[in-house]
């Protein structure tokens, strides 16, 4: 018995914290999504699916060893890049946005794919170079993030491209960019923001932004997903209205509960208790991300562990921020818990790459 | 090989960054955690309002307001239910179809084709009842419920009207009802602890209110409390379940003290000629009869008219809305002459064998003005007794020449001239009964001799309404001893306002009533022939108001060619003698004659009252 688990430990790559944590936020995912469908059971089975695939694709994704995200990652790059500019040309419209790509069993929202991509290749792009980087690689890795970010703003997907722009811009601070660049580009940022703010924001995006700072203006209209999805956290309380309880949800008070402001659902019907077990638990992923950072065998891996668990971190990040009002709204996801395919698949292939990366040891650290 | 010492540094920055980043993120996150605890914990009841808010709505239900009784437990205003068809839109999706087939059975007219395709969208996107058609008869009833079955989505439902059964005799005293403005509706709903929102009709037409006499006076009792039924919706509006019902409470019945045959008399008594009668219970005050005339329909009034009825009635010459009898200003010309009598006794400035010569006229000594009796050549020698019997105004002129115009005025009050002497009468008017404060504040005057003179005779300024000439009968009947009036009987409230004049006494009293009932049973009496008209004694005194002053007979029959010149006829009577149960006071304008034209409308309404 005992050497059945050493040769499994020695031939398989697996991280139980991890694993153990993601399963149960995917089960948690799909008891809310129930609720938040409105007992649509199709829907429930649907994401079952995606979860158990998503938990099958991670554990495949993290058995390569990570010399082989390393060598290919340009190869990934080019093909997500590629499928990009597809999707600008063949992609399928929705509601003025395209977004998917469709692939008869399966529509693919192909800016997800790159938002992993692009991390892992800077990661390696960097893996040779000196550090802290100089100001040539700054400069090219820059361009290639700002055209990626920019190819998925116009699709249009805001969301997104944000979190692309902050993975690419997280994994060149993790690589030692001076704070002085940082500074200036800071400075350059806040003075540019009138300019934003009139060329490339849409106008529909601009009236978010102005009901964010006031949602009391209008409640019946722009104001409306703010105040209702207000009311359904206050309403929660400490301990929650009860599952499929939840008036705001139930009565279509709340928009997207599948989707976005599944949050909003679930601090609806469990109150302030549920949200903080959820926190808690997404709290642990991420300090296993830090832990698993810390102790990564090189340069590549650390960047990448890092630039993909500031993205886990950035995407609850703003969905949460999004539906307590803080920020205007953006379209963003729950990871791991909110309806979605490539969304929900995305993160199971970059917690796979996560654990591939703490899991390949080599018997001499770089 | 890579410098250990480079690596380690390396590994440090990246260590320093990463943490950088989850500081950074860490604080981030407890400030959400805090803006989370801030609404699910501090401001939990808002939130908690708002969401139930959100999902419920509720309705009123509006209450029925109370039926409105005679004396002898007879209805008089009534909530008559009529039937409406009314249709469910959650199931329908062409309405046009749905007409069309509905006209096969019941007919619609272009304007309520207009109204149902106006309602059906809103209706039918909030899931609320659609009303077709109002007011079906018992045809279109059995029409419809006998193919009912092609019809799932719809019913024959109830909404009532407010119907007077008598109304044209009670359009003044009883009134009439009408729309509530929104400023009144949220005064009603707050004293409730309603708020306006969205309501379930019990009437046809909306929510309605008092808008004259005891249907305004008596509003509160009448109409009831709204009751209140709350729905779950969704976020469109849309009724999901029912969760709560509190039902209405309807309004209280009134059982006024009006009498319906008493009414009926008085009213074709006058028989559209302007004027009014008032007639009351004298040991309680209560009034039985009521009537302005001419007078119009209540029941068109309140379920609507057309604007060129609206205007016939309100440009109407007679003044159809007029209240005459709580608001008409009438002298009371010489049926004040008891009052003045007592007066006279009670200040021993005459007693019942005190006699003056009137020759006709009197001469008032200050500027020799002449003021004259309606007898050319005068009474002669003549006693209190006689001059209330033959109605002398001279005798009223030297009597009243004697007061002081303030004593004359406190006495006077006392009979109910110039204050309001009506618990629950609409609007009433309290009448005139002048001071030398009110003449100079008017006409800019001082108060001569000759006004008071004037007003011994119920004469110049003094006027009253018919309603105060009926307590002023009454308080005669009962010696002073009287209740201000109600349209209600209420037998708790029996104690009597008593304001004895301390200083007439019982035979003073006694004698007035003699005195009264000479005016019709005494051969010399004005109103001698009432006499053959009923089958009882009745004590009165008649009137007669110049309305233009004339020298002579000649003079007058040259006015009374315009009508609206001619004398007003006044009487006030009481019976049956000695014990009277019932007061009246008659006012015809333009009816010239106190004792023949006002006087039977008196003994009529008398008549339906003691007889029966």
């Known amino acids: 018995m005992n050497k059945l688990k050493l040769i499994i430990r020695n031939k398989i790559y697996f991280d139980q914290y991890l694993f153990i944590s993601i399963t149960l936020l995917s089960i948690m995912g799909l008891v809310f999504l129930y609720s938040a469908s409105q007992g649509n059971i199709e829907t429930t089975i649907k994401q079952s699916v995606f979860v158990i695939f998503g938990l099958v694709l991670m554990f495949l994704v993290s058995q390569p060893d990570p010399d082989f995200f390393k060598n290919n990652s340009l190869f990934f790059l080019i093909c997500s890049m590629i499928l990009i500019f597809l999707t600008l040309i063949f992609g399928k419209e929705v509601n003025g946005a395209k977004r998917w790509l469709d692939l008869g069993f399966f529509t693919l929202q192909t800016s997800e794919i790159i938002k992993i991509t692009l991390p892992v290749f800077l990661a390696a792009y960097l893996y040779d170079k000196s550090l802290p980087i100089n100001l040539l690689n700054t400069f090219v890795a820059l361009t290639l993030i700002f055209t990626i970010v920019n190819l998925v703003r116009i699709q249009p997907d805001l969301g997104t491209s944000i979190v692309i722009l902050i993975a690419g811009l997280y994994i060149l601070f993790l690589a030692g960019l001076s704070w002085r660049f940082i500074g200036v580009s800071f400075g350059l940022f806040v003075l540019s923001l009138p300019l934003i703010w009139n060329n490339f924001l849409e106008p529909f995006q601009r009236q978010r932004i102005l009901t964010l700072l006031d949602p009391t203006s209008d409640p019946y209209g722009s104001g409306w997903n703010i105040t209702q999805s207000k009311i359904a956290i206050g309403s929660g309380g400490i301990q929650g209205k009860g599952y499929q309880m939840g008036s705001q949800a139930h009565l279509d008070f709340l928009p997207e509960t599948e989707t976005d402001f599944i949050f909003s659902v679930i601090a609806e019907e469990f109150g302030f208790i549920g949200v903080c077990i959820l926190l808690a638990i997404f709290f642990f992923i991420l300090l296993r991300c830090l832990y698993l950072a810390l102790n990564a065998r090189d340069r590549f891996c650390r960047l990448t562990i890092g630039g993909l668990s500031l993205l886990f971190l950035s995407t609850i990040f703003i969905n949460l921020s999004m539906v307590i009002g803080i920020i205007p709204v953006v379209g963003m996801p729950l990871p791991f818990i909110s309806k979605g395919g490539s969304s929900l698949l995305s993160f199971y292939i970059s917690f796979g790459i996560i654990i591939s990366m703490a899991t390949h040891k080599k018997l001499i650290q770089r | ?612």
Not at chain 2, 445 to 464: H, R
């Open chain 2, 1 to 612: 090989m890579i410098n250990l010492n480079q690596r380690l540094s390396e590994k440090k920055n990246f260590f320093n960054r990463l943490l950088f980043v989850y500081i950074f993120f860490g604080i981030l996150f407890l400030y959400l955690i805090y803006k989370t605890f801030t609404l699910q914990v501090s401001s939990y009841s808002d939130y908690e309002l708002a969401s139930l808010e959100n999902k419920t709505r509720e309705f009123l239900i509006q209450p029925r307001r109370g039926i409105i009784y005679d004396r002898n437990g007879e209805i008089i205003v009534n909530n008559i239910p009529s039937y409406n068809l009314i249709a469910n839109p959650a199931g329908l999706d062409d309405i046009d179809s749905l007409i069309l087939d509905i006209q096969k059975i019941i007919e619609l007219s272009d304007s309520e084709i207009k109204t149902i395709n106006d309602n059906f969208p809103s209706k039918k996107r909030l899931n609320r009842e659609l009303i077709l058609k109002k007011d079906l008869t018992p045809k279109e009833i059995a029409q419809f419920e006998v193919r009912s079955y092609k019809f799932p989505e719809l019913q024959i439902a109830v909404r009532y009207s407010r119907v007077n059964l008598f109304p044209y005799i009670f359009s003044h005293s009883i009134g009439y009802i009408g729309n509530l403005s929104e400023e009144e509706l949220e005064e009603i709903l707050i004293s409730q602890n309603q708020r306006p929102k969205e309501s379930i009709f019990s009437y046809s037409n909306g929510f309605i209110t008092g808008k004259t006499g005891i249907e305004n006076v008596y509003d509160k009792k009448l109409r009831g409390k709204f009751g209140k039924k709350t729905y779950e919706v969704n976020a469109s509006g849309r009724i999901l379940k029912e969760i709560e019902t509190i039902p209405p409470i309807n309004g209280e019945d009134i059982f006024t003290s009006l009498d319906i045959k008493s009414q009926n008399v008085a009213f074709n008594q006058l028989d559209s000629r302007r004027g009014a009668v008032v007639a009351v219970k004298i040991d309680d005050g209560a009034i039985v009869t009521y009537v302005s005339s001419p007078s119009f329909s209540v029941n068109k009034i309140a379920n609507g008219l057309s604007k060129k009825e609206f205007n016939d009635l309100i440009l109407n010459e007679d003044k159809l809305f007029f209240d005459r009898a709580a608001q008409g200003r009438y002298s009371p010309a010489s049926t004040i002459k008891p009052a003045i009598g007592l007066y006279g006794l009670k200040k021993k400035l005459i007693d019942w064998n005190f006699t003056i010569k009137d020759p006709g006229f009197f001469v008032l000594p200050e500027d020799g003005r002449i003021y004259r009796g309606w007898k050319k050549g005068g009474h002669g020698e003549i006693n209190l007794q006689d001059a209330i019997i033959e109605s002398s105004n001279t005798f009223f002129f030297s009597l009243a020449y004697q007061t002081e115009i303030e004593d004359l005025r406190e006495h006077l009050s006392y009979f109910g001239f110039g204050k309001n002497i009506c618990k629950d009468c609409f609007m009433p008017d309290i009448g005139l009964l002048p001071s030398p404060e009110w003449k100079m504040n008017t006409h800019n005057f001082g108060w001569y001799k000759g006004d008071t003179v004037n007003m011994g005779v119920g004469q110049g300024y003094i006027n009253a309404t018919p309603l105060q000439l009926a307590y002023y009968s009454a308080f005669l009947a009962t010696k002073g001893r009287l209740n201000n009036f109600s349209f209600v009987q209420d037998s708790k409230d029996h104690k009597k306002d008593t304001f004895i004049s301390e200083n007439i006494n019982l035979n003073d009293w006694a004698k007035i009533h003699e005195s009264m009932v000479g005016v019709i049973e005494n051969p010399r009496g004005t109103a001698g022939r009432l006499r053959p008209l009923k089958d009882y004694i009745v004590a009165a005194k008649s009137g007669t108001v110049e309305l233009v002053s004339t020298e002579t007979k000649e003079d007058y029959q040259i006015i009374r060619e315009i009508e609206g010149q001619r004398d007003h006829a006044i009487i006030i009577a009481f019976g049956p003698m000695p014990n009277p149960e019932y007061a009246v006071s008659v006012v015809i304008e333009n009816g010239e004659s106190g004792g023949s034209v006002a006087g039977p409308v008196a003994i009529a309404v008398l008549n339906s009252l003691i007889k029966e």
